[in-house]
């Protein structure tokens, strides 16, 4: 057996209201596992955000390295886990390290804009480089990847709107 993930969701905003109110009601974990290399490191971030985890749930802050060997730890197989990231390329990085989404695919709620990139829906930022980082986690590891910021939201196919935007994968 391995960790129950329930939700692997890419979000720039990690852990808040949307995330602690509507995806844990809908996912029902017991834990949130928020996976970042820099958050794990920043005291303040880290307190920050295990202090917004709803009751009844305990959200823990982990490196990428550190996600990927809980995955394979039969202490962690109890886990119901939400699965956050700040970013797709981590997101990625869990995916070649071995943790199975294949059954849940994987969620983008938002990438926040930055200089270079071109909004795609009203939360998802994009470049060139996490297109590909997107493709390659739909054509490698045969996963759905879909922008959703709340369960009641249709899920938006990114692999279509990158094609229809014409971002350089290849």
Excluded at 45 to 50: V, Y
Excluded at 75 to 84: A, M, V, Y
Excluded at 132 to 145: M, S
Aim: no cysteine; aromatic share 6%.
């Amino acid at each position: 057996m391995t960790m129950d993930i329930r939700l692997a969701r890419v979000d720039s905003r990690l852990l808040h209201g949307q995330v602690a109110t509507f995806w844990t009601r809908y996912v029902k974990p017991n834990r949130i596992m928020v996976v970042s290399d820099t958050v794990a490191k920043d005291n303040l971030r880290k307190t920050l955000i295990t202090q917004v985890a709803p009751p009844g749930v305990r959200a823990n802050v982990v490196s990428v390295n550190k996600m990927i060997r809980a995955y394979f730890d039969a202490r962690f197989d109890s886990f119901n886990t939400l699965l956050l990231t700040e970013n797709v390329k981590d997101m990625l990085r869990l995916a070649e390290g071995g943790v199975d989404f294949s059954k849940i695919g994987i969620n983008v709620g938002s990438i926040a804009y930055e200089d270079g990139m071109t909004m795609i829906t009203d939360a998802v930022a994009m470049n060139d480089d996490i297109a590909k980082q997107i493709q390659t986690l739909t054509n490698d590891f045969h996963l759905e990847v879909t922008a959703q910021k709340i369960p009641a939201d249709k899920k938006i196919n990114l692999v279509n709107l990158i094609k229809k935007k014409n971002f350089k994968v290849d």
